[in-house]
């Protein structure tokens, strides 16, 4: 089993910066993929970003690309997602997701309970 817990959300300006973490417990998360996906209020949860267990290899949703950055610290066990420019559709509650996985898994297993990040216009 894996545990995981998001930090770092909170209410920011449009084009100010966020910087959320997925702390991992119960397994070392270096043998896990872990992804980082969203979800808006009344819609559903998309993909933003996924980095493969070693962290070579990384993979973005197209409209994140050049804004957003995965990162992990396997030392540390966390998963680190740096949002910069944000923007109002933005908005959502923020999970991070982990698989056991030598590549980019399509499916993950174990979810966190999320944190809000809120961008003001």
């Known amino acids: 089993q894996v545990q995981l817990v998001e930090s770092g959300g909170g209410l920011v300006q449009a084009g100010g910066s966020l910087r959320l973490s997925c702390a991992a417990s119960?397994?070392?998360?270096?043998?896990?993929?872990v992804g980082w996906f969203r979800q808006a209020p009344g819609k559903e949860r998309d993909f933003v970003a996924t980095?493969?267990?070693?962290?070579?290899?990384?993979d973005y949703a197209n409209s994140l690309k050049g804004r957003f950055t995965i990162s992990r610290d396997n030392p540390r066990n966390t998963v680190y997602l740096q949002m910069n420019s944000l923007k109002p559709e933005d908005t959502a509650v923020y999970y991070c997701?982990?698989?056991?996985?030598?590549?980019?898994?399509?499916?993950?297993?174990?979810w966190g309970q999320g944190t809000q990040v809120t961008v003001s216009s």
């Open positions: 980095i493969s267990r070693g962290g070579r290899i990384t």
């Open positions: 119960g397994r070392t998360i270096s043998n896990y993929a």
């Open positions: 997701a982990a698989q056991y996985s030598s590549g980019i898994p399509t499916t993950y297993t174990y």
